[in-house]
C-alpha cells in the first residue's frame, strides 16, 4: 500500500471516523510529555499559593519596590526564585499588591470623593495652623 495515497481513508491519521480507543476505553497512544518535563530546564516555579512568595512580595510592596524587572532580578539575587516578569505581575495581582494606580481605580466612587474630601480638610487645618502661628 502506497503512504502518499490520499484515496484511503483506513490509513487516514486525521480521519475523525476512526477510533483511538481501545476497548478498554483507554487511549493507546502514550502521552507527548510522560514525565512532565518542559523545555525549560532553569525553571522551579513555586506553587500559585505559596506563603513565603506572598510574605516576599508583601514585603517588596512595603518597601515601595512595583517594579516587575527589578522584583524578579531581587527574586533571584536574594531567594534563588527564578521567576518571570510576568509571573511576578500574575503573583502580586492574585495577591492584592495592586500599585496606586490601580488600588484608587478599583475603589467605588464615593470612597474616591471622600478620600479628596479628607485631604482638602487636611490641607484647610494645616492652613489654618499655619495662619495661627504667623
Same mark, same amino acid.
Given at each position: ?16 471516523? &476512526? ?25 522551579? =516555579? ?12 508583601? &514585603? ?10 527589578? =522584583? ?20 502580586? &495581582? ?41
Amino acid at each position: 500500500m502506497d503512504p502518499y495515497d490520499v484515496d484511503s481513508p483506513n490509513d487516514d491519521p486525521y480521519n475523525e471516523s &476512526q477510533s483511538l480507543l481501545v476497548e478498554d476505553g483507554t487511549s493507546p497512544r502514550t502521552p507527548n510529555n510522560p514525565e512532565g518535563r518542559n523545555q525549560r530546564k532553569r525553571c522551579l =516555579i513555586a506553587p500559585k499559593n505559596d506563603q513565603s512568595i506572598q510574605q516576599i512580595l508583601a &514585603q517588596y510592596h512595603r518597601d515601595g519596590i512595583t517594579d516587575r524587572e527589578k =522584583i524578579s532580578r531581587l527574586l533571584k539575587a536574594e531567594h534563588g526564585v527564578t521567576m518571570s516578569e510576568a509571573t511576578v505581575a500574575r503573583r502580586r &495581582q492574585q495577591f492584592g499588591l495592586l500599585g496606586s494606580a490601580q488600588s484608587t481605580y478599583s475603589l467605588p466612587g464615593s470612597t474616591k470623593r471622600q478620600l479628596v474630601l479628607d485631604q482638602l480638610d487636611t490641607l484647610t487645618l494645616w492652613n489654618q495652623y499655619e495662619a495661627s502661628n504667623v
